[in-house]
């Protein structure tokens, strides 16, 4: 009997520390899949929601481009000044647009279909998560700045 019980434990340990690999591996292929650019949604058809999607990913677009640029320091030396100023716009902008956001929000909730309504808080969703990512990108970029 004991040597079935010790025989079962360790079938259970084995199973368990296999069942936590597996759910650490499977964590962090999610964080690589994460860090995939974001994708502007299609329009919705109410002005407010339109306008704030497209302002907030040409703002992330911009900044994308940023990056792209900063990633290769030999060919951007000379643009260095006008891309401080740039980042710094962004991030003015990007401020501006995330104050906005919770009144495009409640918008977006009042458009009537509901199936309309569920499509505009998404694409505002978007936007404003695009806004973030902007606005976590601009202090890396500005040290990148400093640094070349």
């Given amino acids: 009997m004991k040597k079935i019980t010790r025989i079962l434990f360790i079938a259970l340990f084995i199973t368990g520390v296999s069942t936590e690999a597996y759910a650490q591996k499977e964590k962090k292929e999610k964080k690589k899949k994460e ?3 974001l994708v502007k949604p299609d329009a919705v058809g109410h002005g407010a929601t339109d306008d704030y999607v497209n302002s907030a990913f040409k703002l992330y677009k ?3 481009q940023i990056t792209k640029t900063l990633a ?3 060919n ?5 000044g006008s891309v401080k100023s ?3 716009a962004q991030s003015k902008e990007a401020a501006q647009l995330l104050g906005k956001s919770s ?4 918008e977006a909730k009042s458009i009537t279909p509901k199936t309309n309504s569920i499509k505009a808080v998404k ?3 978007e936007a404003t998560k695009a806004l973030n990512e902007t606005q976590k990108a601009i202090p890396g970029q500005l040290e990148q700045i ?3």
């Fill in 35 to 37: 860090a995939k650019t």
């Fill in 62 to 64: 911009k900044n994308q």
């Fill in 72 to 74: 290769d320091p030999t």
């Fill in 76 to 80: 951007n030396t000379d643009d260095l």
């Fill in 86 to 88: 740039d980042l710094e």
């Fill in 103 to 106: 009144a495009v929000l409640t």
């Fill in 123 to 125: 694409a505002v969703n």
């Fill in 146 to 148: 400093k640094n070349q």
